[in-house]
C-alpha cells in the first residue's frame, strides 16, 4: 500500500524568504509524484510533477520539488516566497499495483506568507 | 477552453433526498475520478472510471455510485444521502490515468442536514 505524509498541516514564512513543504512516501513500486496547489474556493492545480528521469524537477510559479529514492522524498521548495503563494498544498503519489490505480494524496499544508 | 465543470457549485440538502452531482469535461480523458476534501484528511477517492463503462471503487466508496456511458460525463449519485457526506466534492480528470496529472473541477459543497 502507498502512503503519503506532508511534515506541518501549517507552514509560515516571511515575504521573500525560502519555502520548504515537505513530503515523504511509501510505495513498493516506482511511484509518480505530484505537488497540486490550492487556492481558496478553487479545485486543485498541478505545480509539478516526476515520472521518470531527472530527480530535480521545475514546476510552474519558481516552484521546483526533486525526488530522492534513497530518502523516499520529494520535498517543494521556492527560493523566495510571494504573498500570491498562500495557498494549500498537497503532495500525492501513484503507483499501478495489482490494478489498482487510486493516487493518494496527502493531508495538505497550508502555506502563510506574512508581509 | 480546457476545464472540468461541476455542478452544482453549492447545494443544501435533507437526509435521503437523493441527488445528483454531475461533472463533465472537454479534454477527451479517458480516466475520470470523484474525490471528497475533509478538513485534516485531505483528499479521498470515492470512485474512478478508466474509460467509458469500466469503473471501480477508489478508498471510500460507500453510500455513492457513479456510472460513465459516455466519455465526457461522470456524474456522482447519492441515492441516500446522510449528514456524514456532508463535504467538498472534487471532479477530476486525466488522459489515461493517475500516471498523468489531473484536472480539478473547481468542487462541490454539499451540506446534508
Known amino acids: 500500500a502507498q502512503s503519503v505524509t506532508q511534515l506541518g498541516s501549517h507552514v509560515s514564512v516571511s515575504e521573500g524568504a525560502l519555502v520548504l513543504l515537505r513530503c515523504n512516501y511509501s510505495s513498493s513500486v516506482p511511484p509518480y509524484l505530484f505537488w497540486y496547489v490550492q487556492y481558496p474556493y478553487q479545485g486543485l492545480q498541478l505545480l509539478l510533477k516526476?515520472?521518470?528521469?531527472?530527480?530535480l524537477v521545475k514546476g510552474i510559479n519558481g516552484f521546483e520539488a526533486e525526488f530522492k529514492k534513497s530518502e523516499t522524498s520529494f520535498h517543494l521548495t521556492k527560493p523566495s516566497a510571494h504573498m500570491s503563494d498562500a495557498a494549500e498544498y498537497f503532495c500525492a503519489v501513484s503507483s499501478p499495483s495489482g490494478g489498482s490505480y487510486i493516487p493518494t494524496f496527502g493531508r495538505g499544508t497550508s502555506l502563510i506568507v506574512h508581509p | 477552453e480546457a476545464q472540468v465543470t461541476q455542478n452544482p457549485r453549492y447545494l443544501i440538502t435533507v437526509t435521503g433526498k437523493k441527488l445528483t452531482v454531475t461533472c463533465s469535461q472537454n479534454?477527451?480523458?479517458?480516466?475520470m475520478s470523484w474525490y471528497r476534501q475533509d478538513p485534516g484528511l485531505g483528499l479521498r477517492q470515492i470512485y474512478y472510471s478508466m474509460n467509458v463503462e469500466v469503473t471501480d471503487k477508489g478508498d471510500v466508496p460507500e453510500g455513492y455510485k457513479v456510472s460513465r456511458k459516455e466519455k465526457r460525463n461522470f456524474p456522482l449519485i447519492l441515492e441516500s444521502p446522510s449528514p456524514n457526506q456532508t463535504s467538498l466534492y472534487f471532479c477530476?480528470?486525466?488522459?489515461?490515468?493517475?500516471?498523468?496529472?489531473?484536472?480539478f473541477g473547481d468542487g462541490t459543497r454539499l451540506s446534508i442536514l
Open positions: 479534454m477527451n480523458h479517458e480516466y
Open positions: 516526476y515520472t521518470t528521469g531527472a530527480t
Open positions: 477530476a480528470s486525466s488522459l489515461t490515468g493517475v500516471e498523468q496529472p489531473q484536472h
